[in-house]
């Protein structure tokens, strides 16, 4: 009975001593993450710096990052101005939808970097399908075909 009690008090220590690493490992952590220690603003500021694969690559970095990235549609709205220089009707119809920005620069980033390449004239001299870079291509509705094929026939 006494071994008993000797290696549930063992177990006891471990499980504190488990514990006290844990929550200063959480502290450790913490102590180095910004976005925890600074004011919501500067936060904001700093993250607005980046450009959208760099603040995709940071919202991955941890939770913390994670929601307050995701959760900040101040950082996507400028991203997806500049997208809407492109896709002005697409980004128009989904804030019209009530979509939140990130959710519309998710649904329109690929498109625009495409519509861009044909609005540019990238591929006016391509003879066949299989020319075509299979890699970036992404479906499209009629009237970007429409608006693409306007901007071929001007050329």
């Given at each position: 009975m006494q071994k008993n009690s000797k290696r549930n008090n063992k177990l006891r220590v471990c499980d504190i001593e488990l514990n006290?690493?844990?929550?200063?490992?959480?502290?450790?952590?913490?102590?180095?993450?910004?976005?925890?220690?600074?004011?919501?603003?500067?936060?904001?500021?700093?993250?607005?710096?980046?450009?959208?694969?760099?603040?995709?690559?940071?919202?991955?970095?941890?939770?913390?990052?994670?929601?307050?990235?995701?959760?900040?549609?101040?950082?996507?709205?400028?991203?997806?101005?500049?997208?809407?220089?492109?896709?002005?009707r697409e980004i128009d119809n989904d804030l019209e939808n009530g979509y939140p920005w990130r959710v519309i620069l998710l649904r329109n980033y690929q498109k625009s970097k495409v519509k861009y390449e044909w609005l540019s004239g990238r591929y006016s001299n391509i003879c066949s399908p299989i020319s075509l870079p299979e890699k970036i291509m992404c479906p499209m509705d009629a009237d970007t075909w429409g608006e693409i094929l306007e901007a071929e026939l001007e050329r």
């Open positions: 006290f690493v844990d929550a200063e490992k959480e502290k450790s952590e913490s102590q180095n993450n910004f976005v925890e220690l600074l004011p919501l603003e500067v936060t904001f500021k700093i993250f607005s710096q980046l450009d959208i694969q760099s603040l995709c690559r940071a919202s991955v970095t941890c939770r913390s990052w994670n929601h307050t990235i995701r959760n900040s549609d101040s950082l996507w709205k400028p991203h997806c101005l500049t997208v809407r220089a492109v896709c002005r």
